[in-house]
């Protein structure tokens, strides 16, 4: 690939508290590339992901050192704006949180943070990022319901599309499906199959055969570290290391 | 009667849950077929009986409110129909030794000094709640909400000393009149239902979940933003709420009014000009008043009584349509 990277982590440390949390991560993700992100619970996936859009900011107590850019700029500059960083890299929590507001105002609440009053240029975002989410067709005549009346799966589309609202480069999904059915799930993987052909995606997930199925390159954390990171045929069928065959396998422990 | 606590012992402990009683060796398992306990009259009764005292705990609070108001409405209605409600209601013409009861001007009195009392009190308690919720870490808001709420710890009188000793001397000197004014009890009434609002709001603000907060910000507001669009809104019934009972007790507040209001049987004007107020009138005049002159007063306080079911009504309409359009637009 000659394209530059989406986002280079460069040996990232973060700690809260100073408990550290993860231990000098390096790692690309590429335009238009699935990356999944895999590893026991408590190896630091989350707070990896909200590293890169700077919500563990929110938490009081993280400290980090290392570098992470975005299109070549230091996101914890002091010239980055987080609310500007956070409408380029979305995130899609593991349980979904629909704001207590109609379907139509969670997709246009991004766009008119921005100052995007016009509703029709309005109408168009929602369709098209509803669309995008393979949701449009099963809520297209109830814009005007509350989001949290929809199911489980209809939920976590909605964030997904909310997101898609915004002027994202990148999608970080955190366990996206791990409280979803098995169809709902695949309607998810076959939306992200969709939209890698125009964002950068990470998908963090506990599901190691999601990660086989819905990614192009998969990295492997451990108590914070980062084990392994390739191809994630490469690595599902011939893992360098012997900690990421065990986990895959299921002989971790 | 049998000894309640022990039957349920008896069953609990009993053999019939294997699991917790390896202590106990007869009977485990399927075993023997084992009678089951016959009922007493208190097994069979208690949740009724239970429920029946408590149902008459909670009738006594509501029979003590339908005894006030058919009290209240029995010594002061007949005076108003008598007078007629119109001139009762609508002349400020109060000669009580002529027989004259107007109470248009306390009437109007009340509603300015409320009035006056929400707009300082709800800016200030909002402010306050939401700085305490929003901006604040939490080892400050746990000592700054209880010296809040200290603030409802002190008696009116003392808020109306102070209203009289320090803020009706500056309002004559700075801004004219006679001191003793609207403006005046406003603002103490706005000190008084800081902490009741403010603790009620800080309570509805903390309920909206921290995943409403986060999700806003992920999605590129800023912290500003999410505490307007996102976590007032969605606390909006509560706040309402709070403003509703600090409205309460602005209306009905009395001894501070009393002290810092000036007590004169005109309509305001102006903020500037002194008032009487509904309670005012009756806490006054109750002392010396009979006959017909005590039945107005039981007529104001009839009066003040439909004035605070009104407002509570429109604030809870207006909330409640709100909420109900927020769900279908």
Known sequence: MSEPPKIRVESFSAAFDGREVLRAISLEVQPRERLAIIGPAGGGKTTFLRSLNRLNDLDGGFSHTGRILFNGMDIYSRQTDPAELRRRVGMVYAVPVPLPWSIYDNLAYGPRLTGIRSRSRLDEIVETSLRQAILWDEVKDRLDELATNLSGGQQQRLCLARILALDVEVLMLDEPCSGLDPISTAKIEDALAELKQRYSIILVTNNTKQAARASDRTAFFLMGELIEVGPTVDLFTNPVHERTGDYITGHFG | ?329
């Open chain 2, 1 to 329: 009667m049998s000894q309640p606590q022990l039957d349920i012992a008896a069953v609990e402990e009993g053999p019939g849950r294997p699991a917790m009683s390896e202590a106990s060796p007869p009977s485990q398992g399927p075993g023997p077929q084992r009678r089951l306990k016959p009922s007493t009259w208190w097994s069979r009764r208690s949740d009724r009986v239970i429920s029946l005292m408590l149902l008459a705990g909670a009738m006594t609070a509501i029979a003590a409110l339908a005894v006030i108001t058919a009290f209240i409405f029995k010594e002061g209605l007949p005076l108003m129909l008598e007078k007629g409600l119109s001139d009762f209601l609508f002349s400020s013409d109060w000669y009580p030794q002529e027989g004259k009861f107007g109470i248009f001007a306390m009437i109007v009195g009340s509603l300015a000094v409320t009035l006056g009392a929400m707009i300082i009190g709800v800016v200030f308690s909002l402010s306050c709640a939401i700085v305490l919720t929003q901006f604040c870490p939490p080892r400050v808001v746990s000592i700054l909400k209880p010296s809040i709420e200290l603030l409802a710890g002190i008696p009116s009188v003392v808020y109306g000393f102070m209203g009289v000793v320090i803020l009706v001397p500056l309002i004559r000197t700075h801004l004219g009149g006679p001191g003793l004014s609207v403006l005046a009890a406003s603002i103490v009434l706005g000190v008084m239902v800081l902490p009741t609002v403010t603790s009620i709001s800080v309570d509805a603000l903390q309920a909206v979940p921290r995943s409403y907060r986060e999700g806003s910000i992920a999605l590129g507001a800023t912290s500003w933003q999410t505490t307007w669009r996102v976590v007032l809104k969605a606390a909006r019934s509560g706040i309402v709420a709070a403003v509703i009972l600090g409205m309460g007790r602005a209306i009905g507040e009395t001894m501070a009014v009393i002290m810092v209001a000036g007590n004169p049987l005109d309509v305001p004007t102006s903020p500037l000009d002194p008032v009487r107020t509904l309670t005012s009138n009756i806490a006054m005049e109750m002392g010396y008043a009979s006959g017909d002159h005590r039945r107005a007063l039981f007529a104001t306080g009839v009066t003040l009584f439909v004035i605070i079911m009104i407002l509570n009504v429109i604030a809870l309409t207006v909330s409640r349509r709100r909420a109900v359009r927020s769900k279908a637009r």
